[in-house]
C-alpha cells in the first residue's frame, strides 16, 4: 500500500500494529483490518476570480464496508495529501465502532489553503469537487461532514451540488449542514462541547475541581473555540489559545466572548489585545490543569512531549500525538490523556444523529441531541477507563482495542468473499 506513505499514514499503522499485536489479532486479519478499501484522487480544475484556471488535488477515502456506509470529514488545507486522508479514515473507523456507530470511516479533502481564496473561489472549489466524486458519495455509500477549513456553509453547497444532480433535496448526503436544510441542532457545537464533557469526566476522575482549573487550547476553529467556552461555561479558565498566525497567553484567563468579536474582524486570534503573544510550540508547554490539541496531527512528538506541564491531555484534534511522544508520556504517571477517537467523537455522534433525522424526516429538539451525545460519550469514556484499568493499558491503547476489536469482528461475521 505504497501509494498511502505519508507521515501520518505512517503513525496509524504503527498505531494499529501495537493494538493488533495486544489484541492477538490473526495474522490472516491483520490488512484486511488496516488498510483502506478504497480511494478516489480527483482533479479539480477552478477558475480563479483572476480568469485563471487552477487545478486542485482532492480526495476521499474510504477506509471499511463492513458495517454500514463510510462517514467522515471533509478538509481544505494546504497540506492535504492522499497519506494523510487514508490515515483520518483509518482513525474514523476506530471512532465509529468505539462509540457503536453503524459506519466504516472515510475522510477527504482538498489540498488548497481557503484563506488565500475568496469565498466565490471556495464555492467553486467545492462545487467542482463535488461533481467528481458524486458516484463515489451518498447517503447509503459515504457521507462527508465539516473537517478544517470546512464548515456549514462547504456542507450547504456540496448538499446542493448532489441534489441538483438528482432533481431532488438529498439531505442526507453531508452532515453538519445548516439546520434549515435538514442539520442537526447542537451538530456545529457537538465536537468542542463533547470534548468540554470529557474534560469534566477526567477532571472527576482525577479529584480535580473543574472550577478555578486551568485549560490551553490549540487551534481556536470550530473544535477548539466551543470547547474552550464549553471550559469556561463549566467554571474553569482559558489561559492561552492560538490559531495557524500564532497565540495568546493571559495567566488571568482570556474573556473569549471579546476575543470572539477580534475574530469575526480580524479572522484571526492575532493582535488580540488583552493577552501577550506567545508562539505556538511554547503554548503546548505551559502549566495547565487541561491541554487541548485541536489543530492539525503531529504536534506532540518525542522532542517535547517530556516538556508537557498539563495533568489532562483531551485531545480535541485527530492524531496529535505521535506514538514516539505516546511512549513519553506513557511513563507520567500524573497525566490523563482522553485520546482523539474518544476525545472529539461528539462530531462524529451528532452526525449520526442528523444523518437519522434526515432519513426519517423526523427532527429532535436540542436538549434531546445533547442527551444522547452524552450518553454515548459517557459510555464509551467508562468503557475505555475500565480496560484500561482491567489491563494495565494507556487509555489509547484501550480506546482504539475497542474500535478495532468491534471492525475486526464485523469482518470476521460477515466472512471473506467469495
Ligand atoms: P477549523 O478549521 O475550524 O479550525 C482549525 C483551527 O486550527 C484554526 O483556528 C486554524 O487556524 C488552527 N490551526 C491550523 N494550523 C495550525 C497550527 N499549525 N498551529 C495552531 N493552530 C493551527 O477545524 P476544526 O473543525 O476545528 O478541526 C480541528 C481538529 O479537530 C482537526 O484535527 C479535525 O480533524 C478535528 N475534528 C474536527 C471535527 C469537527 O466536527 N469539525 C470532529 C472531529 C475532529
Redesign the pocket.
Same mark, same amino acid.
Request: aromatic share 6%; charged share 20%.
Given at each position: 500500500m505504497d501509494i498511502y506513505r505519508h507521515p501520518t499514514f505512517d503513525m496509524a499503522c504503527e498505531q494499529f500494529d501495537l493494538v493488533a499485536d495486544f489484541l492477538e489479532l490473526p495474522t490472516n486479519d491483520r490488512d484486511r483490518v488496516k488498510y483502506p478499501k478504497r480511494a478516489l484522487t480527483v482533479a479539480v480544475p477552478v477558475r480563479m476570480d483572476s480568469g485563471e484556471v487552477r487545478v486542485f488535488a482532492g480526495y476521499r477515502v474510504q477506509h471499511h464496508l463492513s458495517m454500514g456506509p463510510t462517514k467522515g470529514?471533509m478538509?481544505f488545507h494546504q497540506d492535504v495529501a492522499l497519506g494523510e486522508v487514508a490515515a %483520518?479514515a483509518m482513525w474514523m473507523s476506530w471512532k465509529c465502532a468505539l462509540a457503536g456507530l453503524p459506519y466504516g470511516g472515510a475522510k477527504g479533502g482538498v489540498a488548497c489553503d481557503p484563506r488565500t481564496l475568496s469565498r466565490n473561489e471556495v464555492e467553486r472549489v467545492t462545487r467542482r469537487f463535488t461533481q467528481e466524486i458524486i458516484p463515489f458519495i451518498g447517503p447509503q455509500i459515504d457521507i462527508p #461532514?465539516? !473537517?478544517? *477549513? =470546512?464548515?456549514e456553509q462547504t456542507m450547504a453547497w456540496m448538499m446542493d451540488t448532489y441534489s441538483n444532480h438528482f432533481g431532488h433535496a438529498v439531505p442526507g448526503v453531508v452532515t @453538519?449542514k445548516p439546520v434549515d436544510l435538514g442539520g442537526s441542532l447542537g451538530r456545529r457545537e457537538? =465536537?468542542g462541547r463533547g470534548v468540554a464533557f470529557l474534560v469534566g469526566r477526567a477532571l472527576q476522575t482525577l479529584g480535580i475541581k473543574a472550577e478555578g482549573s486551568t485549560a490551553v487550547v490549540? *487551534?481556536? *476553529?470550530? /473544535? @477548539?473555540a466551543v470547547a474552550a467556552h464549553q471550559m469556561v461555561r463549566d467554571g474553569m479558565k482559558v489561559i492561552a489559545v492560538? !490559531? +495557524?498566525?500564532g @497565540?495568546l497567553h493571559n495567566a488571568g484567563g482570556i474573556d473569549l466572548i471579546k476575543l470572539d468579536a477580534h475574530v469575526a474582524k480580524h479572522r =484571526?486570534v492575532k493582535g488580540f489585545t488583552e493577552a501577550g503573544p506567545i508562539g505556538?510550540d511554547d503554548l503546548l508547554l505551559l502549566k495547565c490543569d487541561v491541554l487541548v490539541p #485541536? #489543530? %492539525?496531527?503531529r504536534?506532540i512528538t518525542e522532542s517535547n512531549a517530556a516538556k508537557l506541564q498539563c495533568r489532562v491531555l483531551a485531545e480535541?484534534?485527530?492524531?496529535?500525538t505521535t506514538p514516539a511522544a505516546d511512549a513519553i508520556l506513557s511513563q507520567c504517571e500524573d497525566l490523563f490523556i482522553i485520546p !482523539?477517537i474518544l476525545c472529539? +467523537? *461528539?462530531? /462524529?455522534i451528532v452526525s449520526y444523529f442528523e444523518w437519522v433525522q434526515d432519513l426519517q424526516s423526523f427532527f429532535w429538539s436540542e436538549a434531546e441531541v445533547m442527551d444522547k451525545l452524552y450518553r454515548i460519550l459517557d459510555t464509551a469514556f467508562v468503557e475505555t477507563l475500565t480496560l484500561a484499568r482491567q489491563k494495565h493499558t494507556p487509555m489509547r491503547l484501550a480506546a482504539m482495542s475497542l474500535g478495532i476489536r468491534r471492525v475486526a469482528e464485523a469482518k470476521r461475521k460477515r466472512g471473506l468473499f467469495p
Amino acid at each position: 500500500m505504497d501509494i498511502y506513505r505519508h507521515p501520518t499514514f505512517d503513525m496509524a499503522c504503527e498505531q494499529f500494529d501495537l493494538v493488533a499485536d495486544f489484541l492477538e489479532l490473526p495474522t490472516n486479519d491483520r490488512d484486511r483490518v488496516k488498510y483502506p478499501k478504497r480511494a478516489l484522487t480527483v482533479a479539480v480544475p477552478v477558475r480563479m476570480d483572476s480568469g485563471e484556471v487552477r487545478v486542485f488535488a482532492g480526495y476521499r477515502v474510504q477506509h471499511h464496508l463492513s458495517m454500514g456506509p463510510t462517514k467522515g470529514g471533509m478538509r481544505f488545507h494546504q497540506d492535504v495529501a492522499l497519506g494523510e486522508v487514508a490515515a %483520518l479514515a483509518m482513525w474514523m473507523s476506530w471512532k465509529c465502532a468505539l462509540a457503536g456507530l453503524p459506519y466504516g470511516g472515510a475522510k477527504g479533502g482538498v489540498a488548497c489553503d481557503p484563506r488565500t481564496l475568496s469565498r466565490n473561489e471556495v464555492e467553486r472549489v467545492t462545487r467542482r469537487f463535488t461533481q467528481e466524486i458524486i458516484p463515489f458519495i451518498g447517503p447509503q455509500i459515504d457521507i462527508p #461532514a465539516p !473537517d478544517v *477549513g =470546512t464548515n456549514e456553509q462547504t456542507m450547504a453547497w456540496m448538499m446542493d451540488t448532489y441534489s441538483n444532480h438528482f432533481g431532488h433535496a438529498v439531505p442526507g448526503v453531508v452532515t @453538519g449542514k445548516p439546520v434549515d436544510l435538514g442539520g442537526s441542532l447542537g451538530r456545529r457545537e457537538s =465536537t468542542g462541547r463533547g470534548v468540554a464533557f470529557l474534560v469534566g469526566r477526567a477532571l472527576q476522575t482525577l479529584g480535580i475541581k473543574a472550577e478555578g482549573s486551568t485549560a490551553v487550547v490549540q *487551534g481556536y *476553529g470550530n /473544535v @477548539g473555540a466551543v470547547a474552550a467556552h464549553q471550559m469556561v461555561r463549566d467554571g474553569m479558565k482559558v489561559i492561552a489559545v492560538s !490559531d +495557524a498566525e500564532g @497565540g495568546l497567553h493571559n495567566a488571568g484567563g482570556i474573556d473569549l466572548i471579546k476575543l470572539d468579536a477580534h475574530v469575526a474582524k480580524h479572522r =484571526t486570534v492575532k493582535g488580540f489585545t488583552e493577552a501577550g503573544p506567545i508562539g505556538n510550540d511554547d503554548l503546548l508547554l505551559l502549566k495547565c490543569d487541561v491541554l487541548v490539541p #485541536a #489543530a %492539525l496531527e503531529r504536534v506532540i512528538t518525542e522532542s517535547n512531549a517530556a516538556k508537557l506541564q498539563c495533568r489532562v491531555l483531551a485531545e480535541g484534534a485527530n492524531g496529535p500525538t505521535t506514538p514516539a511522544a505516546d511512549a513519553i508520556l506513557s511513563q507520567c504517571e500524573d497525566l490523563f490523556i482522553i485520546p !482523539d477517537i474518544l476525545c472529539n +467523537a *461528539g462530531g /462524529v455522534i451528532v452526525s449520526y444523529f442528523e444523518w437519522v433525522q434526515d432519513l426519517q424526516s423526523f427532527f429532535w429538539s436540542e436538549a434531546e441531541v445533547m442527551d444522547k451525545l452524552y450518553r454515548i460519550l459517557d459510555t464509551a469514556f467508562v468503557e475505555t477507563l475500565t480496560l484500561a484499568r482491567q489491563k494495565h493499558t494507556p487509555m489509547r491503547l484501550a480506546a482504539m482495542s475497542l474500535g478495532i476489536r468491534r471492525v475486526a469482528e464485523a469482518k470476521r461475521k460477515r466472512g471473506l468473499f467469495p
